[in-house]
């Protein structure tokens, strides 16, 4: 391996040293909700994935209990329940 390629792992394992799950988590978190209300509307629709992100949402938020802010799921709740509400009309239409 080049030293630059070395140098680079080592940054990379350092970096991932540092990462903690729950902080992944809250990333995955915002991803899927946020491809989730893409999937409501427009070219992109596509209620079974919509409802694939909720049922996520749902599954993983408990998880966070206890290892993340409150706040942090407050927001999330909130999240969920507007996407809950978006997709409740989406369907309807």
Known sequence: ????????????????????VSDLLLQTLYTVSSLGYHRLSGETKDLGQAKLA????????????????????RDFRQVLANLQLAYASAASQ
């Open 1 to 20: 391996m080049a030293e630059d390629e070395q140098k680079l792992v080592e940054e990379l394992q350092s970096e991932l040293a540092k990462l903690k």
């Open 54 to 73: 909720i049922d996520s949402l749902i599954a993983l938020l408990p998880v966070l209990e206890g290892e993340v802010p409150e706040e942090a799921l």
